[in-house]
């Protein structure tokens, strides 16, 4: 509970930050290729960094949107507990970044946490392993009424969804 009023007070902190959305519109399910491209550079870029704040061991998290000319920005970066289920993010948000600073499942990829979150949310989610070099990225997306997920090169080369 705690880390979802710090989610959202993080958010609220700078209402510039992040444009307003069209309230009638939903954000795609599966990310455009602008956005994916963003998601895979600044995300690397925050990749082995500190996390600042009350929580040193922290997922970092990145809330990506668009501003006024229509272009990706990070609206909102911040760290959250590991192992914690992401709360639904605010309007305006059309993708989030998740790195983990260590892998949690016996083959990398994305938790069951990371899997939940894009079901509830439909709203693409990348998730990239600190625990590694280069850093591991996964999109996970709801394709086809589920939810599945495939890598994302270092080199923007994708592969094949799986479930």
């Given at each position: 509970m705690i880390a979802a009023l710090l989610f959202i007070a993080a958010l609220s902190a700078d209402p510039a930050a992040a444009p307003a959305a069209d309230p009638t519109a939903r954000p795609a399910p599966i990310a455009d290729t602008d956005l994916r491209e963003f998601a895979a550079i600044a995300g690397r870029k925050v990749a082995g960094r500190p996390v600042g704040g009350p929580y040193p061991t922290a997922d970092k998290v990145l809330l990506i949107a668009r501003d006024d000319k229509g272009y990706p920005v990070v609206a909102a970066s911040l760290g959250f507990p590991v192992r914690q289920s992401l709360p639904a993010p605010p309007d305006g948000t059309l993708a989030v970044v998740r790195l983990h600073?260590?892998?949690?499942?016996?083959?990398?990829?994305?938790?069951?946490?990371?899997?939940?979150?894009?079901?509830?949310?439909?709203?693409?989610?990348?998730?990239?392993?600190?625990?590694?070099?280069?850093?591991?990225?996964?999109?996970?997306?709801?394709?086809?009424?589920?939810?599945?997920?495939?890598?994302i090169g270092e080199v923007g080369e994708i592969g094949p969804w799986r479930d």
């Open positions: 600073q260590r892998s949690e499942t016996i083959v990398p990829g994305p938790t069951a946490d990371d899997l939940a979150f894009v079901a509830a949310n439909k709203l693409p989610l990348f998730v990239i392993g600190e625990w590694a070099r280069p850093a591991p990225m996964w999109e996970v997306a709801w394709v086809d009424g589920a939810v599945r997920f495939r890598t």
